[in-house]
Protein backbone atom coordinates (compact mmCIF):
# COMPACT_ATOMS: atom_id res chain seq x y z
CA UNK A 1 0.00 0.00 0.00
CA UNK A 2 1.23 3.17 -1.07
CA UNK A 3 2.32 5.96 1.95
CA UNK A 4 0.89 9.04 -0.21
CA UNK A 5 -2.88 8.97 -1.00
CA UNK A 6 -4.41 10.78 -3.47
CA UNK A 7 -8.33 11.53 -2.91
CA UNK A 8 -10.16 13.16 -5.65
CA UNK A 9 -13.17 15.04 -4.43
CA UNK A 10 -16.41 15.44 -6.10
CA UNK A 11 -17.34 18.67 -8.27
CA UNK A 12 -18.47 21.52 -5.65
CA UNK A 13 -20.75 22.64 -8.59
CA UNK A 14 -21.06 21.99 -12.47
CA UNK A 15 -19.13 24.86 -13.12
CA UNK A 16 -16.26 24.12 -10.29
CA UNK A 17 -13.10 22.05 -11.28
CA UNK A 18 -13.13 19.03 -9.12
CA UNK A 19 -10.35 19.39 -6.35
CA UNK A 20 -7.87 16.64 -4.99
CA UNK A 21 -6.64 15.95 -1.64
CA UNK A 22 -3.07 14.70 -1.01
CA UNK A 23 -3.24 12.52 2.40
CA UNK A 24 0.31 11.88 3.86
CA UNK A 25 0.72 9.88 6.92
CA UNK A 26 3.67 10.32 9.38
CA UNK A 27 4.66 7.74 12.41
CA UNK A 28 7.11 8.56 14.93
CA UNK A 29 7.54 11.86 14.70
CA UNK A 30 9.26 13.76 16.96
CA UNK A 31 8.60 17.56 16.55
CA UNK A 32 4.76 17.49 16.07
CA UNK A 33 4.80 21.32 18.03
CA UNK A 34 7.89 22.42 15.04
CA UNK A 35 5.17 21.01 12.32
CA UNK A 36 1.83 22.74 14.10
CA UNK A 37 3.91 26.23 14.16
CA UNK A 38 5.05 25.94 10.38
CA UNK A 39 1.33 25.81 9.74
CA UNK A 40 0.42 28.60 11.71
CA UNK A 41 3.13 31.26 10.17
CA UNK A 42 2.35 29.87 6.94
CA UNK A 43 5.57 27.77 6.25
CA UNK A 44 3.32 25.09 5.56
CA UNK A 45 -0.05 25.30 3.89
CA UNK A 46 -1.49 22.35 5.00
CA UNK A 47 -3.95 20.93 7.28
CA UNK A 48 -2.13 19.04 10.14
CA UNK A 49 -4.33 16.36 11.82
CA UNK A 50 -3.55 13.92 14.97
CA UNK A 51 -3.25 10.67 13.29
CA UNK A 52 -5.49 9.15 16.49
CA UNK A 53 -8.34 11.41 16.34
CA UNK A 54 -9.04 10.25 12.75
CA UNK A 55 -11.90 7.20 12.41
CA UNK A 56 -10.95 6.50 8.58
CA UNK A 57 -9.71 7.63 5.42
CA UNK A 58 -13.59 8.70 4.49
CA UNK A 59 -13.82 10.93 7.46
CA UNK A 60 -10.91 12.94 5.80
CA UNK A 61 -12.83 13.04 2.86
CA UNK A 62 -16.16 13.62 3.51
CA UNK A 63 -14.35 16.90 5.46
CA UNK A 64 -12.31 18.26 2.76
CA UNK A 65 -15.38 17.74 0.66
CA UNK A 66 -17.08 20.19 2.94
CA UNK A 67 -14.19 22.63 3.28
CA UNK A 68 -14.53 22.68 -0.62
CA UNK A 69 -17.85 23.68 -0.79
CA UNK A 70 -17.75 26.08 2.05
CA UNK A 71 -14.80 28.18 0.16
CA UNK A 72 -16.47 28.28 -3.21
CA UNK A 73 -19.28 29.30 -1.72
CA UNK A 74 -17.36 31.73 0.53
CA UNK A 75 -19.36 30.41 3.15
CA UNK A 76 -16.03 29.10 5.62
CA UNK A 77 -15.97 29.73 8.79
CA UNK A 78 -12.31 29.77 9.29
CA UNK A 79 -9.85 32.22 7.37
CA UNK A 80 -8.31 29.22 4.96
CA UNK A 81 -9.71 25.85 3.35
CA UNK A 82 -7.23 23.71 5.13
CA UNK A 83 -8.13 24.94 8.50
CA UNK A 84 -11.83 24.66 7.41
CA UNK A 85 -10.94 21.10 6.60
CA UNK A 86 -9.70 21.19 10.63
CA UNK A 87 -13.34 22.70 11.64
CA UNK A 88 -15.25 20.05 9.24
CA UNK A 89 -14.36 17.00 11.39
CA UNK A 90 -15.39 18.47 14.39
CA UNK A 91 -19.09 17.52 15.58
CA UNK A 92 -19.36 20.99 17.57
CA UNK A 93 -19.29 24.53 16.37
CA UNK A 94 -16.08 25.91 18.16
CA UNK A 95 -12.73 26.47 15.87
CA UNK A 96 -10.44 26.37 19.16
CA UNK A 97 -11.86 23.14 20.27
CA UNK A 98 -12.02 21.54 16.58
CA UNK A 99 -7.81 22.49 16.54
CA UNK A 100 -7.53 20.88 20.01
CA UNK A 101 -8.85 17.67 19.67
CA UNK A 102 -7.85 16.89 15.55
CA UNK A 103 -5.02 19.20 15.51
CA UNK A 104 -2.82 17.54 17.63
CA UNK A 105 -0.31 18.80 20.32
CA UNK A 106 3.17 18.81 20.93
CA UNK A 107 3.17 15.11 22.02
CA UNK A 108 1.80 14.04 19.04
CA UNK A 109 3.90 10.86 17.75
CA UNK A 110 1.34 10.29 14.41
CA UNK A 111 0.15 13.25 12.04
CA UNK A 112 -2.02 13.01 8.79
CA UNK A 113 -0.92 15.87 6.67
CA UNK A 114 -3.16 16.89 4.37
CA UNK A 115 -3.08 19.39 1.15
CA UNK A 116 -5.29 20.16 -1.86
CA UNK A 117 -4.12 19.99 -5.41
CA UNK A 118 -1.01 19.66 -3.85
CA UNK A 119 2.77 18.39 -6.20
CA UNK A 120 5.91 16.83 -5.93
CA UNK A 121 7.27 20.16 -4.57
CA UNK A 122 4.57 20.14 -1.80
CA UNK A 123 5.62 16.58 -0.47
CA UNK A 124 9.32 17.47 -0.45
CA UNK A 125 8.12 20.57 2.01
CA UNK A 126 6.72 18.94 4.34
CA UNK A 127 9.15 16.02 4.33
CA UNK A 128 11.79 18.74 5.05
CA UNK A 129 9.77 20.26 8.06
CA UNK A 130 8.16 16.71 9.40
CA UNK A 131 11.02 14.84 11.44
CA UNK A 132 9.03 11.46 11.24
CA UNK A 133 8.44 8.29 8.81
CA UNK A 134 6.19 8.82 6.19
CA UNK A 135 3.68 5.17 6.05
CA UNK A 136 0.48 3.76 4.45
CA UNK A 137 -3.13 5.84 5.98
CA UNK A 138 -3.61 2.13 7.70
CA UNK A 139 -0.31 2.10 9.61
CA UNK A 140 -1.17 4.46 11.35
CA UNK A 141 -1.72 4.03 15.30
CA UNK A 142 -4.84 2.72 16.73
CA UNK A 143 -7.41 5.59 16.86
CA UNK A 144 -8.08 6.51 20.53
CA UNK A 145 -11.99 4.88 20.45
CA UNK A 146 -12.79 6.01 23.95
CA UNK A 147 -12.02 9.95 22.45
CA UNK A 148 -13.74 9.65 19.52
CA UNK A 149 -16.86 8.42 21.57
CA UNK A 150 -16.94 10.65 23.85
CA UNK A 151 -16.64 13.75 20.89
CA UNK A 152 -19.13 12.67 18.85
CA UNK A 153 -21.47 11.02 21.33
CA UNK A 154 -21.46 7.52 19.65
CA UNK A 155 -23.17 4.76 22.17
CA UNK A 156 -22.37 1.43 22.46
CA UNK A 157 -25.77 0.12 21.19
CA UNK A 158 -25.06 2.27 17.93
CA UNK A 159 -22.38 -0.25 17.61
CA UNK A 160 -23.85 -3.21 17.82
CA UNK A 161 -25.21 -2.27 13.90
CA UNK A 162 -22.33 -0.62 12.94
CA UNK A 163 -18.48 0.41 13.02
CA UNK A 164 -16.85 3.36 15.03
CA UNK A 165 -16.16 4.78 11.86
CA UNK A 166 -19.35 4.89 10.50
CA UNK A 167 -21.20 6.48 13.32
CA UNK A 168 -17.96 9.40 13.33
CA UNK A 169 -18.68 9.68 9.14
CA UNK A 170 -22.35 10.22 9.70
CA UNK A 171 -21.99 13.38 12.56
CA UNK A 172 -19.34 14.98 9.82
CA UNK A 173 -22.11 14.59 7.60
CA UNK A 174 -24.94 16.34 9.85
CA UNK A 175 -26.42 19.26 8.07
CA UNK A 176 -24.18 22.62 8.73
CA UNK A 177 -26.66 25.10 7.52
CA UNK A 178 -23.44 27.61 7.13
CA UNK A 179 -22.33 25.24 4.42
CA UNK A 180 -25.57 24.02 2.95
CA UNK A 181 -27.99 25.79 1.19
CA UNK A 182 -31.65 25.58 2.58
CA UNK A 183 -32.94 22.65 0.52
CA UNK A 184 -29.75 20.41 1.06
CA UNK A 185 -29.52 17.45 3.63
CA UNK A 186 -26.85 15.36 5.02
CA UNK A 187 -27.26 13.04 1.53
CA UNK A 188 -26.56 15.90 -0.52
CA UNK A 189 -23.16 15.53 1.06
CA UNK A 190 -22.61 11.69 1.05
CA UNK A 191 -24.15 11.12 -2.29
CA UNK A 192 -21.49 12.97 -4.48
CA UNK A 193 -18.41 10.90 -2.73
CA UNK A 194 -20.49 7.58 -2.84
CA UNK A 195 -20.77 8.52 -6.57
CA UNK A 196 -17.12 9.21 -7.59
CA UNK A 197 -16.31 5.97 -5.74
CA UNK A 198 -18.57 3.96 -7.89
CA UNK A 199 -16.42 5.54 -11.14
CA UNK A 200 -13.29 4.67 -9.42
CA UNK A 201 -12.55 8.08 -8.72
CA UNK A 202 -12.01 8.03 -4.76
CA UNK A 203 -9.57 7.02 -2.37
CA UNK A 204 -6.52 6.80 -4.92
CA UNK A 205 -3.43 5.60 -4.62
CA UNK A 206 -0.90 8.08 -6.27
CA UNK A 207 -0.38 10.67 -4.10
CA UNK A 208 0.81 14.57 -4.47
Avoid: Q
Avoid at 3 to 18: E, Q, Y
Avoid at 46 to 75: H, P, Q, T, W
Amino acid sequence: MTPSRALRLPKTSARGAARELAVWTFADVANAEEVRAAVRDGTLECAVLDARAIASLACVELAAYKAALACERGAMVTRAVHSELVFCLSPTRHISEAFRRFGGDENTRALIVCKFDANDEDLERVRSVVKGELVAFDARPAVDEAALKKWYKVHENELEIGSLADAVLSRIATVSYTHLRAHETREDLVSPLRREKKKGGGGGGGGG
